[in-house]
């Protein structure tokens, strides 16, 4: 009975950590495809469009249906919560490295885009350049998580009982 159990623990314990690395590589994918998107509309000189920044939860959607999709053609299914922690894995990697690219951006790339921001934040002129940067931080990290974790529990609604129903 205990070697069942050891066998049991250890392939359980190899899944987690290979549906780990599938979120980890998505939220790389998923990060690049952030910062890809904002360069493109960059060249395109539409980066000053706020409204057009919303596309990123397209990218983010895809990313994280790819992770959920690519788990269960690898394992068969997937258990909720171990979808929901995917989701949060590759929204987190991907939400930090687009922040990250951001950073960057905003300081050493283009630092006429962060007046841009300053300009259309409400009493924006009152505020220092840090602070004006850690609030875009903190407001593309609320925005990229609440999306992110949303579209999380929606996928998972859906292929929960996908997966559940092919049994």
Do not use: W
């Not at 495809?33 to 990123?56: A, D, K, S, T």
């Not at 505020?127 to 931080?137: A, D, E, G, K, N």
């Amino acid at each position: 009975m205990k070697n069942t159990e050891n066998i049991y623990s250890s392939t359980t314990e190899n899944i987690g950590k290979s549906n780990n690395s599938i979120s980890i590589k998505t939220g790389i994918y998923c990060g690049l495809g952030l910062v890809f998107y904002f360069i493109v509309m960059r060249l395109l000189n539409l980066h000053q469009v706020i409204e057009l920044h919303y596309f990123n939860i397209v990218v983010l959607f895809f990313g994280l249906r790819y992770a959920i999709k690519h788990i269960i053609s690898k394992n068969g299914e997937i258990r909720y919560f171990e979808g929901l922690k995917s989701g949060v894995i590759v929204t987190l990697i991907s939400i930090f490295m687009f922040n990250l690219f951001m950073i960057l951006y905003e300081t050493i790339i283009d630092p006429s885009f962060l007046s841009f921001l300053s300009e259309n934040i409400v009493s924006g002129h009152l505020f220092s350049t840090q602070q004006i940067i850690i609030s875009v931080f903190g407001i593309l990290t609320i925005e990229g998580l609440s999306s992110g974790f949303i579209l999380t529990f929606m996928l998972m609604q859906f292929y929960k009982a996908e997966s559940s129903s092919t049994k």
